[in-house]
């Protein structure tokens, strides 16, 4: 039956209405919107092309990552040697590796099965261990061991890199107290950087070249935190605020027991015994002797991970860690754990990033951008609702109304989520207002079909919205696909046109089908029509 109850058209306009109550925080002055609820102040945000700003692109110097690991691998090389106690008379590097000569050639067995314990395993996101080692060692009768980095360990550490440059990164722009900057992998070893609004890109630059620092310290439990607040820190004390609470204060000791130079590694990974999340982490030879000394001397008090002045986490120290590795536990989430290691890894920069490319973007021709995009979307939508009002009558102007709300719910939606509106975002929404008028017209036509095969008005129009309807959704849901297949493989531009056109899906289902049903309903009620307006 055509019938709408009351319960469903109150729940429909209730939808609408909150939808379209989101869009007004765009039309308010910043001093107004500051004065409405907090869940009122999101607003849609303009991209890089629309407002102006700067535009980097970055690289990560690969060859100093080959360099570093070298230098590591040397130092590690030294260790292991050591500690089987192991004689050799060269180590150094060779070509793109590190060989090492033996003393006694009785030792080469043992020396390369302890060595090829450094060898760490590749391991992908997705397919979990590849199989593959960073690491080949090889050695020669003669007592001479060679450790060379594999391509895929080379290319896992310059991924690894990219992903702790673009923390680090992203930390020292949102310093600049910037809306939406957007940073993102661009191909294997680059780092594009848009900031809307910035017209100083050597700011930027000089911003983006600071590394953050990283210190391991003693928490100062002589005295409650309050107690420093109320009266003065202790001379080799001061108080620091936390990364994730600033609320939450620390009185840390100002000597720094290990520096973040001198950590080699950080991963999430699962305790053995409650496999709960934990992080572990690893220094180098120098880290590892400091760090060990540091935890012999302070088990059961509490040490600070402090970055950029800000702690990070605050473990206790529940015994010595005197084997250079240790394991970071807490009520972590698998979430919270991989962001604290990518932290702990993202202390100072892994490589020197290169600028490659770098542009300036004029608020000028942001504005020409919005004057044409708003042009287009005018004219578009003129000449949608003339023709669907010269096509069905009463039921174009239903159309119609349905269509402006699709656009007001579409705002109100990036409103909510604070989406970045870009110039292919204003194309993504004309495209879907040609796509939300499409469903109605698949609507219309075949309740025309059935009208004229002799069915009665209520009918033909019951009709025509459920033949129609599966019709509807696999159209929709083929763009979606489409759409959302953009969003995951495509970048900058590309995403913000994907994540309005998902939206416009979102909203044409809403306003094609369920608030034209309605309003068509409520047309019938009020006219008891025997006949089709088109």
Do not use: C
Request: hydrophobic residues 45%; aromatic residues 6%.
């Amino acid at each position: 039956m055509l019938h709408y109850s009351r319960t469903k058209t109150i729940l429909t306009l209730l939808v609408v209405a909150l939808g379209l109550l989101f869009v007004v925080p765009n039309l308010l002055s910043p001093q107004a919107r500051a004065r409405l609820p907090s869940f009122l102040q999101n607003t849609i945000v303009l991209g890089l092309d629309l407002q102006g700003g700067s535009h980097i692109l970055l690289e990560v110097d690969a060859q100093a990552l080959r360099n570093e690991k070298l230098e590591a691998l040397r130092d590690q090389v030294r260790t292991a040697l050591r500690d089987a106690r192991i004689g050799y008379t060269g180590l150094g590097n060779a070509g793109q590796g590190v060989q090492v000569r033996l003393r006694d050639v009785a030792d080469l067995q043992a020396a390369t099965t302890k060595l090829r314990e450094l060898r760490n395993p590749i391991s992908s996101s997705l397919l979990g261990n590849t199989g593959q080692f960073d690491l080949d060692v090889t050695n020669t009768p003669d007592g001479l061991v060679t450790l060379t980095p594999t391509e895929a360990g080379v290319d896992a550490r310059i991924r690894s890199a990219v992903d702790q440059s673009i923390e680090i990164v992203r930390r020292r722009v949102d310093e600049l107290g910037t809306t939406e900057p957007s940073i993102q992998r661009q191909g294997a070893d680059r780092i594009l950087v848009q900031v809307p609004g910035l017209q100083d890109p050597q700011r930027l630059k000089e911003l983006i070249g600071t590394t953050a620092k990283l210190t391991f310290r003693m928490v100062d439990v002589t005295m409650p935190v309050q107690q420093a607040e109320a009266t003065r820190p202790p001379p080799e004390s001061e108080i620091l605020v936390g990364a994730e609470n600033p609320n939450e204060k620390y009185l840390v000791e100002k000597r720094i027991l290990v520096a973040g130079e001198d950590l080699v590694d950080a991963q999430p990974g699962f305790s053995q015994q409650t496999n709960e999340p934990i992080v572990s982490f690893r220094f180098n030879s120098n880290g590892a002797r400091r760090f060990a000394t540091a935890t012999q001397q302070n088990v059961g008090k509490p040490f600070a991970i402090v970055l950029d002045n800000k702690v990070i986490s605050a473990p206790r120290i529940n015994e010595p860690i005197t084997g250079g590795s240790g394991q970071i536990s807490g009520s972590f989430t698998v979430e919270s754990a991989n962001n604290l290691a990518i932290l702990l890894r993202a202390g100072a920069l892994p490589a020197p990033l290169t600028v490659v490319e770098e542009r300036t973007v004029g608020p000028g021709l942001g504005q020409d951008s919005i004057d044409a995009g708003t042009k287009a979307t005018i004219y578009a939508a003129i000449f949608v609702v003339i023709f669907m009002f010269a096509t069905y009558g009463t039921f174009g102007l239903i159309a119609n109304i349905a269509l402006i709300i699709h656009v007001g719910l579409i705002f109100g939606l990036m409103s909510l989520i604070g989406a970045t509106l870009t110039l292919p975002g204003i194309a993504g929404i004309v495209l879907t207002i040609g796509t939300a008028v499409d469903s109605n017209v698949l609507i219309y036509e075949r309740i025309r079909e059935e009208f004229h095969s002799g069915r009665s008005m209520v009918s033909a129009i019951q009709a025509g919205f459920e033949r129609a309807f599966a019709t509807i959704v696999d159209s929709n849901s083929t763009m979606a696909i489409a759409a959302v297949i953009l969003f995951l493989l495509g970048s900058g531009p590309v995403k913000g046109f994907a994540v309005v056109f998902v939206l416009g899906i979102l909203t044409t289902v809403i306003t094609a089908v369920t608030m034209t049903r309605m309003m068509i309903a409520l047309w019938y009620r009020w006219t008891r029509a025997k006949a089709l307006p088109f």
